[in-house]
């Protein structure tokens, strides 16, 4: 059985920076066999729907929530076995539980808009920013 497992979060003030990782175990799978699939964060803030973040397919194609661009990046760390969301210039509005997700295959189309097509979900880790 798949596992993801979500690391990094903390609580920092506007404008700090946080790396969020997301391990992946079970099944004999690593980072560079699980990954031909579509990965992608997601976040939750109290009382809101869960969101997109940002999605990377099997070959690498990313796409990310208007919200983060120029401050967030995906990166597959493969020697490290992570997926990893690098966090910049962090808002208050970047307030949530982070989620690490996959789908059953190699294209995202519409996941980044669609959480709940995901096949596989992690626990969450939390990340508070503060004004």
């Known amino acids: 059985q798949v596992q993801l497992m979500e690391s990094g979060g903390d609580s920092v003030e506007a404008g700090g920076s946080l790396k969020l990782s997301c391990g992946v175990s079970g099944s004999g799978y690593t980072l560079s066999t699980f990954g031909t699939r579509c990965m992608g964060w997601f976040r939750q803030a109290p009382g809101k729907e869960r969101e997109g973040v940002a999605t990377?397919?099997?070959?690498?194609?990313?796409q990310y929530a208007d919200s983060v661009k120029g401050r967030f990046a995906i990166i597959k760390d493969n020697p490290r076995n992570t997926l990893d969301l690098q966090m910049s210039s962090l808002k208050p509005d970047d307030t949530a539980m982070y989620y690490c997700?996959?789908?059953?295959?190699?294209?995202?189309?519409?996941?980044?808009?669609?959480?709940?097509?995901?096949?596989?979900w992690g626990q969450g880790t939390q990340v508070t920013v503060s004004s």
């Open positions: 997700a996959a789908l059953g295959g190699y294209r995202c189309s519409n996941f980044l808009t669609a959480p709940s097509e995901a096949r596989y």
């Open positions: 990377i397919d099997g070959g690498g194609t990313i």
